[in-house]
């Protein structure tokens, strides 16, 4: 089949593309940073037909159009993360780049369309029973990232009620690999923090409240493969069991964990994000204790799915590859270091204000 996928450099876009070589498909990426032409690829890298797009501007259509032309299916990735303190950008590139690639794929005719959701699209829940496919997708309000992601869905259901494209939904909780450690280092930690800190972590300080859903890049890239391959329409939770924990965390982290009620913790999130001293805002901290544990009963019964690392191996990978400055072949997976993290931020600003070039 010749599949689609957009934001294909990142962390589960690399991902899917190992999955998707292994079975022979053609293979064409679009991202804003695509590898340079003529440089040499990595060692077992697939494949693959690169284009270059914008998605936070409609002159992406005729590329999106171009590249979507003769897929058999398109996969959405592209999302972002940064700037966080420009809301504006990462609304038009979450919700307008999936409104972008929804024009795109009706007028290249594409057939099927899986879109990656997230656990984070899920309405609040106030207790730990996992809650299937069809709880509401209303978002978590005080995460811009929920928000968008829920506006997204809505995108969707106008999408199916208008036109005949199969659309599988795929909602994955936090994914993690170890080529991603330092794209994840580099948009979660200060410049000034190297990844060999956490070795000298004494404590974790996080309410004993806190439990999310985890899985691995290459777990979901499976299940991506097998709705594909299946042509299995509709919503699709993807976690590892169990769930990560506060006490599993620090268990991994090699910290003591110690329980701060996460109200007296958001105000200092919520200000040191104000005061630019890190880039995470409180609607990620807001997620993290709102996002319900999900069922993933339907990917295991009707697609034979199932995870291949459990949450605390997801994270123990993540963790390892930050200490060890791990890294990925494309330029969003691109190595980091304190030294070219402040030099970024002094050529272009801090992370959490800066547009990616």
């Not at 940064?82 to 038009?92: C, I, M, N, T």
């Not at 309000?141 to 036109?163: G, I, V």
């Not at 690999?177 to 930690?189: I, K, T």
Request: charged share 20%.
């Amino acid at each position: 089949m010749r599949i689609a996928i957009t934001g294909a450099t990142g962390n589960l876009g690399t991902a899917l593309l190992r999955r998707l070589s292994s079975d022979g498909h053609e293979l064409v990426g679009l991202a804003r940073r695509v590898p340079e032409p003529g440089a040499p690829e990595p060692v077992g890298w697939p494949r693959v037909a690169w284009h270059a797009v914008d998605l936070t501007d409609d002159a992406s259509l005729p590329t999106l159009e171009a590249a979507f032309a003769g897929a058999d299916a398109v996969v959405h990735l592209a999302w972002g993360f940064q700037p966080s303190h420009d809301l504006a950008y990462l609304r038009e590139l979450g919700v307008g780049g999936t409104r972008r690639v929804l024009q795109a794929v009706t007028a290249a005719g594409v057939p099927h369309l899986v879109h990656m959701s997230s656990v984070g699209a899920y309405s609040p829940k106030q207790d730990d029973a996992p809650v299937t496919e069809d709880w509401p997708t209303h978002g978590v309000p005080t995460s811009r990232y929920s928000r968008h992601k829920a506006t997204a869905e809505r995108l969707l259901d106008e999408h199916e009620a208008a036109h005949e494209t199969l659309v599988t939904r795929v909602r994955p909780g936090i994914v993690g690999q170890r080529a991603a450690a330092s794209a994840l280092m580099r948009y979660g930690l200060p410049a000034v923090v190297p990844g060999a800190l956490l070795d000298l972590l004494p404590v974790l300080p996080l309410d004993r409240g806190f439990t999310i859903p985890v899985v691995h890049a290459d777990d979901v890239a499976d299940l991506v493969a097998r709705a594909v391959d299946q042509r299995a329409g509709g919503a699709f939770n993807v976690a590892a069991d169990p769930p990560l924990t506060a006490a599993l965390f620090a268990e991994v982290l090699g910290a003591k964990h110690v329980h701060v009620p996460s109200g007296l913790m958001r105000p200092l999130v919520s200000a040191s994000w104000h005061l630019h001293l890190q880039q995470v805002d409180t609607g990620w901290f807001d997620l993290a204790f709102a996002v319900p544990l999900v069922d993933t009963t339907r990917a295991r019964t009707e697609l034979r799915w199932s995870p291949s690392h459990d949450a605390a191996e997801v994270m123990r990978e993540v963790v390892e590859g930050m200490r060890d400055r791990a890294s990925g072949p494309t330029p969003v997976l691109r190595p980091r270091s304190v030294l070219s993290a402040l030099a970024d931020a002094a050529r272009r600003g801090p992370a959490g204000q800066r547009h990616l070039p």
